[in-house]
């Protein structure tokens, strides 16, 4: 029980902050016609973050990311993705938000898009591995099954509770200008990542 409750409490602790995954998922809860549409955004990132966990407590990510190759390949990879979500996010009009059909993603972008800002963020993975996989090195056998099961069990309920979240903030904002202004936050935010990626490509070149 005691690893279980650790891998809750630094799952949390890694999963709280402010991230373009977080916004992403809330922001497709908001505009989303209902919350059901929203599920690809919700699906891919639960299922990215358990590779990512399992990878770190298994201790692949590590030695993939030896490669100094690959890590310069995720960083490009994640600023061409980051750019191009900024600018669909920046574009989305709040007026558009009251059509029936919202102003969400399809769920072949919304994939795209999820797994993009999940397993093309090199400082995410080195976070994981850092905070879950050193931490699961002191448990073995069902100890660490209980703490790699709890580090999952938190990520999905967070992203079902951000697209939740956003639906309610969706049904709330009549106007639609409140969704703009988030879809404008969005941008910013996620160009902003964009350009920490673009730096951290061209510190490393």
Known sequence: MEAFIHGIILAFGLILPLGVQNLFVFNQGAVQANLWQAMPAVVTAGLCDTVL???AVLGVSLVILS??????????????????????AWQSKAEDSQ?????????????????????????????????????????????????????????????FSLAFAGRLLGNLDSSGRLLGLLGKFSAIFIWGAALYLGYSLMAGL
Do not use: R
Not at 69 to 83: D, Y
Not at 135 to 142: E, K, T
């Open 53 to 55: 966990i399992l990878a």
């Open 67 to 88: 490669f100094s190759w690959l890590k310069t390949a995720l960083l490009a990879g994640g600023f061409v993705f980051l750019a191009y979500m900024g600018w669909v």
């Open 99 to 159: 059509t029936a059909e919202g102003t969400g993603l399809p769920p072949s972008k919304q994939i795209m898009f999820a797994a993009s800002v999940s397993l093309l963020n090199p400082h995410a993975i080195l976070d994981t591995i850092g905070v879950i996989g050193t931490s699961s090195l002191q448990y073995a056998d069902s100890s660490k099954l209980l703490f790699t099961a709890a580090c999952i069990l938190v990520s999905w309920l967070w992203f």
